[in-house]
Each structure stands twice: as C-alpha cells, then as structure tokens.
C-alpha cells in the first residue's frame, strides 16, 4: 500500500483530495481539544471509509482507528500524513513520512517563515524533496467526494447543504471557510477546499490546477493574501477557459513593482491591483473586491452570464423613481441605458401596459393589477431586441401576486439576455422560496454589486509614487524616430537655435505648443517648460522665457526647445507600457491628456505576451469606450510591442496625448525610460 509519489505536476496532489489510508500525527489520549484530536474526530465523523491511524504517545480506544507510536510502526507509508505536532518536530517527520514512501503531508503548525523562521520552513522544504506538503500554517482540507475533512475549523461541525461544483483554495484558512459558508448560505455546495499557508512545497496555482481537472469542479475560487506567481496565475485562467470552467479570485496582494519610484506616468498609474486586474480580465478570471461579490462572481459563472464592455441594459420599472435610481446606478457603473429602438417599442405597444412611459427606463405605472399579466410578453419583447446586453425588472411588495412573480421569476431566469429580476420588499421568506440567486435580487444595492463582478473596469488607482531621478531617459526628441521607424506618426517638430525662423519657414498655422526637451526632466510640464496656445507674435518671447527656465533646471548638454504646430483633434489617448518584475510586460491604455492622471478615467491594460485576439480585444475596448479609431488603435498598440521587444532596456513607455485625428492617431508627446538592469522578461 506504498503511495508513489511523482514528480512536480498537478496529479501529485491526488492523495490530499483522495487518500486510501491517513495517519494523524501528535493525537492526545488525554486532550480532546488538541489540534490532532479534533482532525482525527472530524474525519471520522465525515465518513472517510479509508484507513485511519493515530500516532499517539498514549493508548487511545476509538472504533476504526489504529494507534501507533510511531510512522515507522505502521509498516508503510500512507497516502496522507497529518502532523498536528509543533513546528521544531516538522522537519523530522516529514522526512520519515518521504522515506516510507507516503502520498503527501498536511502540516497545521505555525511558526515558520510567516513568524520570521525561515531557517526552519527551508530545512522543511529539504526534508519534503519532492513529497507535496502543504503548508506550514494551514488550515487542512477537505474533500467531500471521498469523505475527508481535515481541519480544526468548527465550521465542519454544521448541518451544510450538499455538495457542489466548487473548490476553493485559499491562502487564509479561515476566510477560505467564511467563503464557503456564504456561498452555502446562496445555496451553492463546495466539495474540495485546500488551506495551503506558507506554501513552502504545494502552491494555490498547483492545487488549483489539479481541482480544475476534476470532473465535479465547474468553479474554482481562490483567496490570495499575497499573487507570488503571476504566471501560474495565468495558467489558471486558461486552463479553466480550455475546459470551460471559471475562476473567481478575491485577492489581496502587491508586486514588487509597488515599492520602486516610476519616472513615466503609465508606471506610476500601472499599480499592482490595476496589474492584476487586467492579467485576470485578459484570461476569464473573475476578480472581486470582497466576499460578498465572490457570491455573485460565482452564481454568475454558474449560470455562465457574462456581459460585454460598456453593456447597453433596458429597465422595466413599476416605479419612477426606481427607474431613475437604477439609471443612475447603473450609468456610474459604465453601463448604458440607452433609447429603444423603434421596432421594440411597437413591441411593447403591441402587448400593452406601459402607461407612463416607453423610453428607457420603461415606465409601467403604479396600475399593478391591471398589466402583471403582461409583464412577461413585455419582457419577452426586450429579449428579442438584438440592441440588448441585458435587461432588469424592478417590482415591489407582491404580497397579492405571489403566484404571478413566481411566474415572472421563471420567466426572467429563461430568458436568452441576462436578466434580473429585483423584487423589493418581498414578503419574508419569499426569495429563498423562489430559489433563483441568480436570477432574483432584494435591491437596486444588490443589483450594483451584482453587475460589479461583469463590468469590473473602473478600478481604483493607487496614488502616484514618486519619481526617481537615476534612469536614462528617452526624450520626446530622441524618441520620434522610433516611434515613426515602428509606424507611429509624430506631430511635426522643430528644435534648435532659431525656431521662430524655422516655423515661418513651414508655414505652420498658429497656435504653436513649445517644450522644453531634456533627459533630466521627464515631467516638464511640472517644471514649466511647455507653452500651449502660443501665436505667432508671442513665440520670440516665449522661446527666450523657456530658453531661460531650461537653463535653471537642466544639466543636459543636449537639452533644447521644440516648437510643434498646435492639432486639432477629436479625442486624446495614453497608451504606455511598463515592466513590472512579478506581471511582466504590460501595455496600458486609456483616456490621455489631463485625463491619464484621472484615476476613475477608463483604462485597461493587456500583459505580454498577448494573443492577436487579446490585442484586437484591447482596441476594440478602446473604440467602443474612448471613441478611438479602432484600425489606428490597433496599429499603435502592435507597433508599441514591436518596440519593447527590439529594445529590452526600456523600463517604461509613455505616448500621451496620442491625438485622434480622423482615422488616424499622431503622437505629441512621448517618453522612454531605461532600467539600471536590463529587463529580462517579454
């Protein structure tokens, strides 16, 4: 009965969710509170049908169980070792467990890396060799198929409803089992949940990738305190959209990109959670905010609703105000609520009951009794619009017409587009009688959070970092040419001694932009070397006050002025990229101008190496929600790659404004800023 362990991959993790023999280690005979007496008892108690030993200093009588003094004296190693003993013992017992040839190894101790012994968590590491262990610090598992529940928590002690296609995998244990506990209370089982600690041997990307393999796990949700892998991250993402599963991820963590200055701007905006954010959307993973959206996160991956960026939704209201409310709400999110178009509403006048209004919110009047037969002919209506992403009905009380909004319940939940019904002030009981978490909701605040998890892009930005000031830096004069060589149009530029000449000779229309150009001064609007709006009679005087104010500030022995006529233009663009040392190459684009350092203007990021089709993703968001030209977007972000990739020092990139100019985007300003170092990612 020796287990075999293999080498580093998934399957390895087999005998924690699956073991045919467990051994507890460090069971008190006399302390029935002890952590190995409480593992023990609730994996008796859940029905784990395999062979069970305790290894105890005392004599311990319990049905079904074998006591041993000792691993060794069992004769074997089992598949799954539990180690309720302190953290200075671990060492040595894992290393007995590997040489008796056990499946795995659970450590609950504390006081490892996590308290400042990383002495004693890297002798672990040694001792495990290739043994998964998981932990130290750890809550245990649970593996309700084969009837394993290992763990100190007195959550396993309550009635819970059956099992479900969920496993979560959590750095916390006990949020792991909060999480647990609320998507029970939606009525949404768990079967496999994996507390992995200070992950010194198993990782949560490698538990998982093997939970994701099971055929019983259609969600995967995971608590992260910390993303130390960013691209086993990844690989969870498209493992699970290969197989048409979902991961929802509620993270707290930073990259190491948050502790270092930025001199660009896309750097500094590029903060690890707005990183994160983006590597999740660019590989399905549902990221939130806190536990009550992981809820809805994953009643919407249950019933695989989805909507696409800047959503258009239609409202159907009993009540005004509500509409009003909702159309509020809804816009602050990015969602739209626009115009019917006049085909539905011959529709909805067809079937009958709109009798305030038939815009959108679709008014029907506070006349209940006499079109809630219609309600459901009229939201059928909505769902043939093609125009439609989604479709909300907001109705109250019910208390006379319970039947009728069980009905419409039914109705809602069948439909083709994403709907929701909000039935406020239901009469108590009655949404748990309906079923259909999913479908049915308490209130506009509820639907809010609901829609939060499906148009997730208005993230908040961290604050600025400061800048530092010992990076090479590509001035906006030096970068023209490679910017025009990759296919970026630049605005036409002068620089030198006599500019007032050189623009009359171009026959530039006024007004004129005049900046100062120096490698010491990245931020030079801040030092107050640009001038926009200058006509042709201030230029000489601007040129001599600006050619003074470079003088104070820069050292450069290339520094100069550049005069550029002023573009007019319909919208303004940054797009950027920056190299952080956890998330890898990310290119960031977004509202530009003043708009880059708005932290609620729309932006998104797509981390490298990306897809043609995450590519084209990005440019089509950027068409739809900046109103860019959508060719020209895509051209710009292929031609910024194509960049980073011939220049590896280049830590930072910033083209801001990038002017939309009919179908074309031009660039009238630009920085590159080199690392110390190299970069050594793609």
């Known amino acids: 009965m020796t287990a075999i362990t293999g080498g580093p991959g998934p399957m390895r993790c087999e005998p924690l969710f699956r073991p045919k023999s467990v051994a507890v280690v460090g069971v008190s005979a006399t302390t029935a509170l002890s952590w190995g007496r409480i593992a023990l008892d609730r994996l008796l108690r859940g029905g784990y049908g395999g062979e069970v030993f305790a290894v105890s200093r005392g004599p311990l009588e319990l049905p079904g169980v ?57 002798e672990l590491r040694e001792a495990a060799g290739d043994l998964p262990v998981l932990g130290p610090n750890c809550l245990g598992v649970v593996s309700h198929p084969a009837g394993v529940q290992l763990s100190t928590t007195v959550f396993l002690d309550r009635e819970r409803v059956p099992p479900g296609p969920v496993a979560i995998v959590t750095q916390s244990g006990a949020m792991g089992f909060v999480l647990a506990d609320l998507l029970e209370q939606a009525g949404i089982g768990y079967s496999y949940y ?63 990109a948050g502790r270092q200055a930025a001199l660009s701007h896309t750097a500094a905006v590029a903060g690890d959670h707005f990183l994160l954010a983006s590597l999740c959307r660019q590989e399905g993973i549902h990221l939130v905010a806190d536990d009550d959206q992981l809820v809805d996160a994953v009643l919407c991956a249950r019933k695989g609703t989805t909507l696409p960026p800047a959503p258009r939704l239609a409202v159907l209201t009993m009540s005004g105000g509500a509409g009003g409310i909702l159309a509020d709400n809804l816009t602050a ?21 709109v009798e305030a209004a038939d815009e959108n919110p679709v008014d029907l009047g506070g006349n209940i009794d006499r079109w809630l037969d219609r309600v459901g002919d009229l939201l059928g209506a909505l769902d043939e619009d093609p125009e439609l992403d989604g479709v909300v009905l907001y109705l109250t009380f019910g208390d006379r017409f319970r039947e009728a909004y069980h009905r419409l319940a039914a109705a809602a939940a069948a439909m083709r587009t994403p709907t929701w019904f909000i039935w406020a002030c239901a009469p108590p009981g009655e949404l748990a009688h309906v079923g259909r978490p999913d479908t049915v909701l308490p209130s506009i605040g509820a639907l809010v959070r609901r829609l939060r998890v499906l148009v997730p892009d208005r993230i908040p930005e961290p604050a600025h970092r400061l ?20 296919g970026i149009a630049h605005v036409a530029t002068v620089a030198g001694i006599d500019l007032a000449s050189a623009v009359q000779q ?76 956890l998330y890898g190459t990310a290119i960031v684009l977004g509202a530009g101008g003043d ?47 194509r960049i980073l990739g011939d220049h590896p020092e280049f830590a930072e990139a910033d083209l801001n404004p990038l002017c939309v100019t009919g179908d074309d985007l031009v660039a009238v300003d630009a920085l590159f800023t080199e690392t110390l170092q190299e970069a050594s990612r793609d």
């Open 595 to 641: 708009r880059a350092e708005d932290p609620t203007a729309p932006r998104r990021a797509l981390l490298l190496p990306a897809t043609p089709e995450q590519q084209a993703e990005l440019a089509a968001w950027a068409g739809d929600v900046l109103a860019a030209p959508v060719p020209a977007v895509a051209a710009a972000i292929d031609a910024l790659i």
């Open 333 to 353: 999110l990015g969602v739209r609520i626009p115009p019917l178009s006049g085909t539905t509403r011959a529709k909805l006048a067809e079937v009958g009951g």
């Open 467 to 486: 800048a530092a000031d010992d990076r090479p830096v590509w001035t906006e004069l030096r970068a023209i040419p490679l910017l025009e060589d990759a």
């Open 66 to 122: 074998r006591t041993v003094s000792s691993l060794a004296e069992i004769g074997y190693g089992p598949d799954l070792v539990v180690l309720a003993t302190p953290a200075e013992t671990v060492p040595d017992l894992v290393r007995q467990a590997r040489e008796l040839g056990s499946g795995a190894v659970i450590v609950f101790a504390a006081g490892f890396a996590e308290g400042g012994n990383t002495a004693l968590e890297d």
């Open 506 to 581: 171009n026959g530039w229309p006024e007004p004129y932009v005049v900046k100062g150009d120096a490698a010491d001064v990245p931020h030079r609007a801040r030092a107050g070397l640009v001038r926009v709006g200058v006509t042709a009679a201030e230029l000489p005087a601007v040129l001599e006050t600006l050619r003074s104010r470079l003088d104070e500030v820069s050292t450069d022995p290339d520094r100069t002025l550049v005069v550029q006529p002023l573009l007019p233009h319909a919208a303004e663009l940054a797009l950027g990229a920056t190299r952080d040392p």
């Open 194 to 256: 994996a507390s992995v600690g200070n992950e010194a041997c198993l990782s949560s990307h490698e538990l998982g990738s093997y939970l994701l393999g099971q055929p019983d796990v259609e969600v995967l949700v995971l608590y992260l305190e910390g993303v130390r892998d960013a691209d086993g991250l990844r690989e969870l993402g498209r493992q699970a959209r290969a197989a048409g599963k979902t991961v929802v991820a509620l993270a707290v963590g930073s990259s190491a």
